[in-house]
Structures are given as structure tokens and as C-alpha cells.
């Protein structure tokens, strides 16, 4: 019975972008908030860019991929680096992404958002791939946690997974945006879908 889908669009550079800012973050980051704005066709971009057949599989790790340099991935020819083994190995994707404009600005511009979060929280020593992703679960945690709150208020059944949720009937969008914001002091944006009629 849990027919209406919903998830944050772009939810870690969303949650960690402002959570930089909360913390001090004072330097533009224009890159990270024209992905925000345009993330399915620089997904597309790059996609093209890498040459991968059009298939379901093939987009998704494009969206892994950058999803990955957001939590502490690097993009390298190593052996053991994710995206390198996304990529099936192949040196020359690698370098592509590389040297791409656009990535080479989102990865400064993510260093930047890390560097004010680490330095705000105090951070002693590198600050990896784990504890990155420790730092945005527990925004995630914090959202999801206020979304069930509001579910629970207005009598919807909901289940969360990730960063989305699930739900057995409508409920006003701009109604929880706006309560999320009020009770998280974070703006997110929402994509929904109802696969029950």
C-alpha cells in the first residue's frame, strides 16, 4: 500500500553544501549549485563524454561517480580506486574525467566545502571515505528522522530507505519542504512519483 515514492533530489551536495555554509563556509561554489540545478543533464554530459552505452546500468554510474567524489572518492588510475573499477579499468575514461572542466571544479569546490566542515568540527587527522560518509548519514539521519515526524503527525504510514521514503497516501509537498526546513534549518527539494494507479 505504499504507492507514493519520494526522495531529496541531489541529497548529499544539497545537505552538505549548506551544512558547509552553517559552519562557515564562505567561499562561492558555483559548480556544486549548477549540479544541484542541472544534475540530469550534466549527468547526460558526462555520460557522452565517457562514450557508455545507453543503458539503465551505464547512467547509474555517472550518478555514482560524482556521487562518490562528494564522499571523499578520487579520480584515478589506481587499482582499488571505486571509479576506476566503475569504469571497468579503462585509463583513458579515467583520464577523460580528468580532464574535464567541469569536474575539475566541482572536486575544488567540494575540497573547499570539507575543508570548512573539517575544520569547523575540529577534526584531527584524514578525514576519508568513512567518515565523510558518517558525517552526511547523520544529516540524512536528522531529515529523514523530521520527515517521519511529519508523517506520523498528519497519520500517513511512511517507510524511509536511503534518501527517500515511501508512503500509502499524498501529502502536500511544499507542506514538508516547509516543515523540514523549519525543524532542520536545511532546504531541500523533492522528487515524487505515486506507482499505485
Not at 555520460?47 to 556521487?67: F, M, R, W
Not at 529523514?144 to 501529502?171: A, C, L, Q, S
Request: glycine share 4%; net charge positive.
Amino acid at each position: 500500500g505504499y504507492t507514493h515514492n519520494a526522495d531529496i533530489i541531489c541529497a548529499a551536495p544539497t545537505l552538505l553544501l549548506q551544512y558547509a555554509r552553517q559552519l562557515g563556509l564562505k567561499k562561492p561554489t558555483p559548480t556544486i549549485e549548477y549540479y544541484i540545478a542541472n544534475r540530469k543533464s550534466e549527468r547526460l554530459r558526462i555520460h557522452a563524454l565517457l562514450e557508455l552505452e545507453d543503458t539503465p546500468k551505464e547512467h547509474k554510474k555517472v550518478k555514482q561517480i560524482i556521487s562518490g567524489l562528494f564522499n571523499g572518492q578520487y579520480i584515478t588510475p589506481r587499482w582499488d580506486s571505486s571509479i576506476m573499477y566503475l569504469l571497468d579499468n579503462r585509463v583513458l575514461l579515467i583520464n577523460r574525467l580528468k580532464c574535464d572542466t567541469f569536474l575539475i571544479n566541482l572536486r575544488k569546490e567540494i575540497a573547499e566545502m570539507w575543508k570548512a566542515i573539517r575544520k569547523a568540527l575540529n577534526l584531527k587527522g584524514r578525514l576519508n571515505a568513512k567518515k565523510k560518509s558518517d558525517i552526511y548519514r547523520k544529516l540524512e539521519e536528522q531529515v529523514k528522522d523530521t520527515i517521519k515526524r511529519y508523517m506520523n503527525k498528519n497519520n500517513i504510514r511512511v517507510f524511509t530507505e536511503h534518501d527517500g521514503w515511501r508512503t500509502d497516501r499524498f501529502y502536500e509537498i511544499c507542506d514538508l519542504k516547509r516543515y523540514v526546513r523549519e525543524h532542520t534549518s536545511y532546504e531541500i527539494n523533492i522528487d515524487c512519483e505515486n506507482f499505485g494507479q
